[in-house]
């Protein structure tokens, strides 16, 4: 099987490390990647944002299966374009994928079926004084949430009346632009939080390893947001018996309304969600692997991941591929860059990696480039630095000793990665 996969992050990285491990592979290409990514796979010339050049790339290098990595394409309609032109992709189509690209359109799809998840209600831009209004009524916390795509950063937690206020008009000011024209204010729910990806032909489906993301900047879930400092999994606070129940109540409903209303969702489905006391709740759907999840969770999946999705692409799902869901356990530890996720310094020279792998870890890289033959950092998140054990605790070990042997200037990380999966 002859495989493209499209993006250039961590999340890529592990995609690309586990599809060139799997059985079955002949040419693999990345495009636009990282010096990470092209360990593994061979650099497709390519435009990857130009759908044609895509499907002509696909067309003359004979390519059974495209994997899609980042949202944006999605939203934009690759898969779509993909399909007319006869080539298999894994990643929903551009309706479907509107359970990421929209919030608001995710919340009517979950209130019309029933699916648990926070109270809402939605504005548009015209309707500034209402949403004022709405907050005055319901009360802090709240949280205030731009609808459109913003990079996991277009949620504000607001503590006080104030902070709502402020968000409000900041998103509707054009923090976060066109994805800002519409905001939804939702409830704020208590508990712990997991991430569940499914991968699903629009029929059937199947999860991978449970995981927790740490999208917080600051140890103890404190400071902005950002687009995750780290993962484990699998899960502890995902039992088998929860994960049961968030199986029928959230992810096959979710599958069947999509495909009740005539845009069968075809891909990973992530399901972040509050586990909340009254059971789990949706709290976002993405409609591509996590990131940083998907690094812990590939450390520790044992199958034929490119025979997986390439039978999610074509319609026939086949559980069979997978022959491990989890071997152990993996702790993912993003190694930033200072400042992130606001404004930063890069272009520092990364050293390290080697012995860090030697030592067992794997190190995903997501925001680095090669400069005259030195590896550099070139983003906000750089690496990740993941940790196998037998146990949660060994794994966490085995990332932060891996970290200790990586230096560059202006290195930033959470040292409390993990902990909580150890109550
Ligand atoms: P999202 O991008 O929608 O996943 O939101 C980013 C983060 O904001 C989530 O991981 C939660 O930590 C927090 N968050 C979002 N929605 C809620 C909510 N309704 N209640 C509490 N926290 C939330
Ligand atoms: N880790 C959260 C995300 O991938 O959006």
Redesign the pocket.
Known sequence: MNVLLLGSGGREHALARTLAGSPGINNFYASPGNPGIFHSAKRADIDSNNFYEVATFCKEQLIDLVVVGPELPLADGIVDFLAACGIPAFGPTKQAAQLESS?KFAKDFMQCYSIP??K?NSFEATQVKDAHDYVEQTGS?I?I?ADGL?A????I?ALNLEEAHLAINEIFGGMFGKSGERIVI?????GE?ASILAITDGKDFITLASAQ?H??IFDG?EGK?TGGMGAYSPAPIVTQQLLARIEKEIIAPTIQGMSMDGMPFVGCLYA?L?ICKDGP?V??F?VRFGDPEIQAVLAVFRGDFAGLLYSAAIGKLDKSKISNIAEGFACCVVLASKGYPDSYAKGFPIEGISNAESGGAIVFQAGTAMKENILITSGGRVLGVTGIGNSLKAAIDSAYKAVDSIHFENSYYRKDIGTKGLK
């Open positions: 919030k998840t926070a809402y916390p949280v949430k913003a996991g950063k277009g949620v937690v939702e409830e704020f729910l208590e939080e993301d999208k917080r879930d947001n972040g509050m709740k709290i976002e993405n």
